[in-house]
């Protein structure tokens, strides 16, 4: 009886230890996908501050994001070449531009350094340019963003 009970004892600890290895595994990636999603926050909005600014001296959006004068501008467009960033106008360049951010995850699709999850953030200047969920409206957050789903 006392061989099971070791037995049993030491299944048990090596069962435990590798839940708590899990357990630190996850919690490292989600706190590291955590980071670089604020960081790709960040990113999109200078981006969308820099393209309005763009827009009001010379009344037209850009044709693509790298002819803005941005203070990170290699790392957007390392961010657009990745498909992090997406932006898009109206063909007139006049009256419309989009921009989305997809988020990172610790599920993240790609093994690039830049993985893309399915959720992220967008922007429009016009609100119904945006492919929104049907019913009610949600809410933008303080900078303008709309929460995404990318699926």
Known sequence: ?????????????????ILLGIF?????????AQKENKYRA???????????NYFKQHQQYP??????SLQNKETIEEYVKAGVLGYAKDSSGKEWFTLTCRYTG????????????????QYSNRVD???????????????GFYLADFH
């Open 24 to 32: 630190l595994w996850y919690n490292s990636a989600s706190i590291k």
């Open 42 to 52: 960040y990113m999109a909005v200078t981006l969308k501050n820099s393209i309005e």
């Open 1 to 17: 009886m006392e061989k099971n009970e070791k037995k049993k004892r030491k299944g048990c600890l090596i069962f435990a230890l």
């Open 129 to 143: 340019r945006l492919p929104l969920p049907a019913g009610q409206p949600p809410v933008a957050d303080k900078t």
């Open 106 to 121: 610790i599920l993240k699709r790609g093994n690039s350094s830049h993985g893309l999850s399915w959720s992220g953030i």
């Open 63 to 68: 044709e693509n994001v790298s002819i803005l």
